[in-house]
């Protein structure tokens, strides 16, 4: 398999969870600046979006969008409780909160990212996660991570998107359980991995 990646973007989230698996993949760069790979592969020829994250399966077969993604991955390994079977209430819940990860706050943090927009725009934006962080923050009262005690996919998309906050200057000291549940995805020695690949430590 191969992972197409960008150093930090949300591409680290099946990052991590490649190497919660322990499957043998090949990380791949595809910056998104600039969308050539290191061999000067034009990477719109590989992925006509020109994001990341994108799995290519042996076969040639090849995954776009993080949620999707890693709960591919996660069931090649169900001994390892990535996710829940399929079909149960659990799996559902699951896709509640990649979802939930993925329109709520991933998406409001595109504005603070693209200098062309209006500064209204943007406080907009911060509104919205502030919103967004403390309900999170009330969700993960009394849990280490967002399914219970284990972790499980949306916790390493959460982790990716919510260390952003750093970067854009937002405030997060007043989300202490997602405070929490970062430090504790964030000292995982698979996440370590993936963060030293990536050269975020």
């Known amino acids: 398999m191969k992972l197409y990646y960008s150093p930090g973007a949300c591409s680290l989230s099946p990052h991590i969870v490649l190497r919660e698996a ?17 061999d000067g592969t034009d990477y719109y020829t590989i992925n006509p979006l020109g ?37 149960t209430l659990p799996r559902y819940r699951l896709q509640e ?5 993925g329109t709520e706050l991933h998406k409001n943090f595109g504005p603070l990212f693209n200098t062309a927009m209006p500064e209204e725009a ?18 993960l009262e009394g849990k280490d991570y967002l399914m219970g005690d284990h972790f499980t996919v949306p916790d390493a998309y959460l982790y990716t998107v ?14 202490p359980n997602l405070m929490a549940h970062n430090a504790r ?17």
């Open 122 to 139: 943007k406080t907009m934006a911060r509104e919205k996660l502030a919103n967004r962080f403390t309900f999170v923050n009330k969700e």
């Open 51 to 87: 994001y990341v994250p994108m799995l290519e399966l042996d076969d040639g077969t090849r995954l776009r969008e993080g949620p999707a993604i890693v709960q591919y991955i996660a069931d090649q390994v169900p001994l390892r409780n990535l996710a829940p079977a399929n079909g």
């Open 97 to 101: 909160w990649l979802t939930f990860i």
């Open 185 to 201: 995805v964030e000292a995982r020695p698979a996440v370590q991995e993936a963060l030293r690949h990536e050269k975020l430590l």
């Open 22 to 38: 322990g499957l043998a993949f090949e990380p791949v760069m595809a910056p998104t600046k600039t969308h050539k790979l290191q």
């Open 162 to 175: 919510t260390r952003w906050a750093k970067a854009m200057a937002l405030d997060t000291s007043g989300y």
